[in-house]
Nanobody, 125 residues
Framework: QVPLVESGGGSVQAGGSLRLSCAASEYRLSNYCVAWWRQIPGKEREGVAGITSDGGRALYADSVKGRFTISRDSAKNMVYLQMNSMKFEDTAMYYC??????????????????WGQGTQVTVSS
């Protein structure tokens, strides 16, 4: 069973919005640093945003800062990625990933223990 499941991907025109969701089937996400990553075929996976276990701090890649917002709902055991003002270059497979919270921040970098299978986002220009 895949520990994390993403949903919400799809096709959107440039300038539009999508909201991705990440659900955990085996544990409470509220104990974990959770991040969103994306990957284009043939390129390395890119960290997009991360949020601390308590939801108190979020970090973003420069490419999405001001357009994307990561959030979490502990009651629903979900983490979200709201994507606004989308661009063609946001087209990618998006993954959520989790690791135990360490320290006071959570960035989409380094090692993550659990991953989802991804959800495709396509932005048409």
């Amino acid at each position: 069973q895949v520990p994390l499941v993403e949903s919400g991907g799809g096709s959107v025109q440039a300038g539009g919005s999508l909201r991705l969701s990440c659900a955990a089937s085996e544990y409470r996400l509220s104990n974990y640093c959770v991040a969103w990553w994306r990957q284009i075929p043939g390129k390395e996976r890119e960290g997009v945003a991360g949020i601390t276990s308590d939801g108190g701090r979020a970090l973003y890649a420069d490419s999405v800062k001001g357009r994307f917002t990561i959030s979490r709902d502990s009651a629903k055991n979900m983490v979200y990625l709201q994507m606004n003002s989308m661009k063609f270059e946001d087209t990618a497979m998006y993954y959520c990933a989790a690791r135990p919270q360490r320290g006071g921040y959570c960035d989409a970098a380094g090692w993550f223990d659990d991953w989802g299978q991804g959800t495709q986002v396509t932005v048409s220009s």
